[in-house]
């Protein structure tokens, strides 16, 4: 078994002197040779190892980053495990099957509504093409949605398992991918353009665009087949409807049985929660954790229950109104005057009522501009549950200008 084990190290450390020979400058078509003389092929295994010690030694995502454009080619047609893509891929509904569908359609968008109009402009300006072209583009930019769940609902699941090399250099080049395909947007947007730089660009845009497609169906999707369990893969499928779909159609829900997370007849799915937390929606907290976070966020908040009386209220460090511990159980009515009472019965009335979901206003308070809101709290089946009113001054936020990209 040792035996085996060193050969793998040997095999990962064969693939890392490869990878530091591009970046010292060989040729692709050198490495290639190389490669395919001492490698049958690659796991993607072996990759995600190499680049996780890449990284750990001291090479800078950046630089991995840019060596996987050129990896992904010497790797093309190498890799043994593509087989791994299909066990989940026709399932229908699995978030492989939806991630496949998915890369085909890029495909389809690349190959039939981009390539021909740029290999058009080669010859020339053509404003039909360009038209196309823009279309295209702006097509393609769907991307966005496909590698906004790859990179938040896949690559968290990664992370759980120490995989994190492979993750970030990925979403370097899709944040790469995602600005040249702009920039292509915006050139064929102007009245006029370099028509060389306009190819160019594009070109480049669609091979990086490919390469990640093909990164993702031979080196991602069978890295998360043997890693995910069936629990994990389910928690996957729930994450990910809040992304919604890039440029498929809408898909049937996985049909999985729940005979499918037994082992032994034993549930396999548990959420496990820290003793005396609190669960939510997404995830779960202590009472201090819950405390402390509410009281950090900027602004004031006031919850009345449905029988109107005040339940709770935070306590941040700069306070609007003052809302001293003994109104807590008070009747909401008795914390206004007279005078604006009226006022606080309607808006409760109409938030009850469900004639309005919020009720807003806006008033100078010497050098404050205080921006106080009502909402009405539901419960998931639409029940009333009370009003949560919401101050803050909101005057710096009114005086910021420009951008602000780096820490103070």
């Not at 490869?18 to 690659?42: C, N, P, S, W, Y």
């Not at 910021?400 to 820490?407: A, F, I, Q, S, V």
Request: proline share 3%; charged share 30%; with cysteine.
């Amino acid at each position: 078994m040792s035996e085996f084990i060193n050969n793998d190290s040997i095999r990962r450390e064969k693939l890392k002197e490869l990878i530091k020979e591009l970046h010292d400058g060989a040729t692709v078509e050198d490495v290639k040779d190389r490669f395919q003389t001492e490698f049958g092929g690659v796991t993607t295994t072996e990759i995600s190892q190499m680049e996780q010690e890449l990284v750990a030694e001291g090479l800078p995502i950046e630089e991995v980053q840019k060596l996987c454009d050129v990896h992904a080619s010497v790797f093309d047609g190498s890799i043994n495990d593509i087989h791994g893509k299909t066990e989940n891929a026709e399932t229908k509904g699995h978030p492989i099957h939806i991630f496949s569908l998915e890369n085909d359609k890029l495909e389809e968008v690349i190959n039939d509504e981009i390539t021909p109009f740029i290999e058009t402009l080669k010859k020339g300006l053509d404003n039909t093409a360009v038209l196309m072209l823009r279309i295209g583009f702006e097509r393609l930019l769907k991307i966005e949605i496909h590698y906004s769940r790859k990179e938040n609902v896949f690559f968290p699941m990664l992370e759980k398992y120490d995989i994190t090399a492979p993750p970030k250099v990925m979403w370097g080049i899709d944040n790469e991918v995602r600005a040249e395909i702009k920039e292509v947007i915006n050139l064929l947007s102007q009245n006029s353009f370099d028509i060389e730089k306009l190819v160019e660009l594009a070109e480049s845009t669609v091979l990086k665009t490919s390469e990640m497609i093909f990164k993702e169906n031979n080196i991602l999707i069978p890295l998360m087949n043997t890693t995910f369990t069936i629990v994990e893969w389910y928690q996957i499928a729930k994450a990910q409807k809040e992304f919604g779909l890039c440029l498929i159609e809408a898909q049937d829900d996985w049909d999985i049985k729940m005979d499918d997370f037994k082992v032994d007849g034993v549930d396999t799915v548990k959420e496990v929660f820290q003793e005396g937390s609190v669960k939510f929606d997404a995830g779960s907290l202590l009472p201090n954790e819950i405390n402390a976070i509410l009281n950090t966020l900027p602004l004031d908040m006031t919850f009345v229950d449905k029988d109107d009386k005040v339940k709770y209220f935070t306590q941040g460090k700069e306070r609007i109104f003052d809302r001293p511990i003994t109104i807590i159980g008070r009747d909401v009515n008795m914390c206004h005057p007279p005078q604006s009472v009226h006022i606080v019965e309607q808006i409760v009335e109409d938030l009850r009522t469900g004639k309005k979901d919020n009720e807003d206003f806006w008033i100078k308070m010497g050098p404050m501009f205080v921006y106080i809101r009502y909402f009405a709290v539901r419960g998931k089946d639409g029940e009333f549950l009370g009003t949560l009113e919401v101050t803050q001054n909101i005057k710096p936020i009114l005086e910021l200008e420009g951008e602000k990209r780096l820490m103070s």
